[in-house]
């Protein structure tokens, strides 16, 4: 989890950044802080073959924005329907008399919302499919231009995994494309060897992008940051999570 607009208000992540994995009942610590260590019950044969395997995957997610629950959708839902409703709107005012369509055509066209514009890091604009959000999920009218206030940042986006864990042949990390709309199509994933036993640092490279007006338009430009977290790989065995002993089969009561 990342509070984006405090990131980018200092220019600084580590002190915005929440990290937060599933393995706590393996022994993970730092839950919630910007240290975390992944705790990883290695597994392997007695000829020091693998014998076992951990997934990891990275999800980003933005605090004070569009919740993280609803679908990537929600955006581009919102937008097709605030346009299906100018839609209507435009209907009844061809149906007004010349006096009211005038006043009523100019209202409309301060609502209809901009599109999102995105800099790139060659410097080049294009323009999103979806429209500039409130937090409130309402769009922003057309003469908005204070982006410090009420606005939905970008989610931020995850572009690489390094580091003393990829270097070392611990994880094999790269980007996968998904059907699944809350992960946005792409994801970073990472299998881990843990038969290797240790505590090993990577790093994670993030891009936020950072609203600014530019002649009257609100341009999202990328920021690059990184950060460090790591993981340790133990030889204990797996806890079960729900009796907190080793892996079997659960009791029948």
Known sequence: MIDTQAALENNLLEDHIYLIDNLRTEGSIGEGTKDL?????????????????????WLPYPIASISPILPKTYKK?????????????????????????????????SKIGRNLKIKNELGEISTASTKLMGLNGDILPNNYSDPANMITHLTPQITNITG?????????????????PIKDGWYWSASTASKFVGTYKYTMHITLFKPSVSKGEIIWTPK???????IEIVNAPMVNGFTKAGVTFLPII
Do not use: M
């Not at 260590?37 to 995957?57: I, M, P, R």
């Not at 346009?83 to 010349?98: F, M």
């Not at 003393?164 to 699944?180: F, L």
């Open 164 to 180: 003393e864990a990829v270097d070392k042949g611990i994880i094999y990390p790269a980007q996968y494309g998904t059907p699944v």
């Open 37 to 57: 260590t992944s705790k990883v019950n290695g597994a392997y044969w007695s000829d020091g073959s693998q014998a076992g395997e951990y997934l990891f995957n």
């Open 224 to 230: 690059y940051f990184t950060h460090d977290a790591q």
């Open 77 to 109: 839902d919102r937008a097709k329907a605030h346009d299906v409703t100018n839609l209507e709107r435009l209907q009844n005012i061809a149906q007004s008399t010349k006096e009211n369509a005038t006043k009523d055509f100019s209202e409309l066209t």
